[in-house]
């Protein structure tokens, strides 16, 4: 079984400040690990992902993540928050033990307000 | 090109009637997904399709859930006697399956009186 924490129900900070949300997960296998962003009344957009390789992704917006191994961490970072970047973020988790489709474990979500 | 569509975008029934929710996912690719989303929780995986054939069904709550997806695209997740916790919003997804990168439609908010 798989599960994803992601530390924080809601995460504030200043317009241009680092942006963190925290993502742990449990796997038995190497995991595929995803982030999501979902705008309100929006469905669920892809952010990054990290299959294999290096282990620093980047994805669209200026968002990155680093999957730790040591760690079973993939935390989600960008240098500097935009407004616009106010919305919920969701972790989530594969073991894509079905040959490379599963359904995804994803964690409870994190709340990032900017504030100006 | 389309993304994945949903439809209805709300639907509001009374406790014990039936539902249908219907998914067009993104032409070609083989897997669809179904996952609820309760108020102030990240999706639950319910049921994926490779196919025509539902490879994991897993996540499905209990009997009064069922899907279908006859011809390898169109699918239909089904309700019956719905309750008032089956109230959420029930997403969609789509993949070509080679890395597992899901593509969401906007889901249907179900609202069970």
């Known amino acids: 079984a798989q599960s994803v924490t992601q530390l924080g129900s809601h995460v504030s900070v200043s317009e241009g400040a680092l942006v963190l949300l925290r993502c742990n997960y449990s796997s038995s296998v190497p995991p595929y690990l995803f982030w999501y962003v979902q705008y309100p009344n929006q469905g669920l957009q892809l952010l990054l992902k990290?299959?294999?390789?290096?282990?620093l992704v980047k994805g669209i917006n200026g968002f990155e993540a680093e999957f730790k191994k040591s760690e079973t961490s993939f935390h989600l970072t960008k240098p500097s928050a935009h407004m616009s970047d106010a919305a919920e973020y969701f972790c989530?988790?594969?073991?894509?033990?079905?040959?490379?489709?599963?359904?995804?474990?994803f964690g409870k979500g994190t709340h990032l307000i900017i504030q100006p | 090109g389309a993304g994945v569509s949903q439809t209805p975008s709300n639907k509001v029934t009374e406790k014990g009637k039936y539902v249908e929710l219907r998914c067009d996912p993104i032409s070609g690719h083989t897997a669809l997904y179904w996952y609820r989303q309760s108020l102030g929780q990240g999706p639950e995986f319910l049921i994926y399709f490779q196919g025509t054939g539902a490879a994991d069904d897993s996540g499905l709550p209990n009997d009064r859930f069922f899907a279908v997806r006859p011809e390898g695209s169109v699918s239909t997740l089904k309700i019956q006697r719905t309750e008032r916790g089956d109230s959420a919003v029930y997403l969609c997804?789509?993949?070509?399956?080679?890395?597992?990168?899901?593509?969401f439609g906007p889901g249907t908010r179900l609202t069970v009186l």
């Open positions: 990290y299959t294999t390789g290096a282990t």
């Open positions: 989530a988790v594969s073991d894509h033990s079905g040959g490379g489709a599963d359904g995804l474990t």
């Open positions: 997804a789509s993949s070509s399956t080679k890395n597992n990168e899901q593509f």
